[in-house]
């Protein structure tokens, strides 16, 4: 598989979209087209192997499924691991002739992947930085009261900073990367210690994500009891992700009808009333 300049440049074009607020605010931008899921299926459409590109997109999201920016920190910049790291992952995986199904193919976009998140701060960083100039050009413009110039402000200039960090960086990376992974074939056979370890860490990835998204839902031990219920009926019945998650459905309308029946309690005890739960109001009738 190689990757053509006019691929490289629409990938390109994906990582501004993917990066801008402006699109449609922060739902459309970072947390739709910027996540790996969807930007598997858009690498898939661009570069024609649609199931390479979702599976790898698959396999970065389990990574990154928790992944947030508080207060502009970032550990990994997600439109670099979509729109360079997906690309890159898929061209290795034909170039050494792995099936996009298999598990080594999996451990592998989920090492590049991370590799070309990590490096993508950079370009995250770059993209603020050069922010803060129009930024500095809106607050002249508010205090001189020209309002009407804070649209070029805010939706033409910050497209200057993303075709300099997002589009110049996906495209080159994409097209000349792609050469540069096809030489590794022959410099990292399957079989070497580099490969494995590859296949090693991209297997304890997910890990990482799994163990981000606990920390932020889970407050208490009994929390981790729905998620053993999960890890129990995939990996025990065999379960695909679509049965797990009617189950799950279940318990979760289970757990709200009984969180309502406290608060209706909650609520009678408050107003010096008393709720009786019993069964003589079918006698009555």
């Known amino acids: 598989m190689t990757i053509s300049w006019l691929q490289a440049a629409l990938l390109g074009l994906f990582a501004c979209l993917s990066s801008m607020p402006g699109l449609g605010g922060t739902t459309v931008g970072n947390y739709t087209l910027g996540r790996p899921l969807v930007g598997g299926l858009v690498c898939g459409l661009i570069l024609g ?8 997109g698959v ?14 920190t970032v550990s990994a910049d997600l439109r670099a691991v979509s729109y360079i ?9 034909h170039s050494q002739g792995l099936s996009a199904d298999s598990a080594e193919a999996a451990n592998l976009a989920k090492s590049m992947g991370t590799l070309v998140g990590t490096i993508g701060t950079v370009l995250f960083y770059g993209t603020a930085t050069m922010n803060l100039i ?3 050009m809106g607050w002249k413009e508010v205090e001189n009261r020209n309002f009407k110039k804070l649209y070029t402000v805010n939706w033409r200039l910050p497209w200057i900073s993303h075709f300099v960090f997002s589009f110049l960086p996906t495209l080159i990376m994409c097209k000349l990367g792609s050469t540069a992974v ?11 210690i580099p490969m494995k ?5 991209g297997s304890l990835l997910p890990c990482v994500g799994i163990a ?11 929390d981790f009891v729905p998620f053993f219920v999960g890890f129990t009926l995939a990996a025990s019945v065999g379960l ?6 009617v189950i799950s459905l279940i318990f979760a309308v289970i757990t709200y009808e009984i969180e309502m029946v406290k608060n209706m309690k909650v609520a009678a005890g408050a107003g010096g009333g008393q709720v009786d739960f019993d069964d003589d109001d079918e006698e009555d009738i």
């Open 240 to 245: 695909n992700l679509v049965s797990c998650a």
């Open 182 to 192: 096809t030489a590794l074939k022959n410099a990292l056979p399957m079989d070497g």
């Open 197 to 201: 370890t590859l296949f090693t860490v």
């Open 212 to 222: 981000i998204l606990l920390k932020q839902i889970v407050e208490k031990a009994v």
């Open 134 to 136: 129009w930024q500095h």
């Open 85 to 93: 790291g997906i690309p890159l992952a898929m061209v290795a995986i």
């Open 49 to 56: 192997d649609v199931k390479t590109g979702i599976i790898c």
């Open 59 to 72: 396999a970065m999201q389990l990574v990154y499924i928790a992944l947030v920016t508080p207060g502009g």
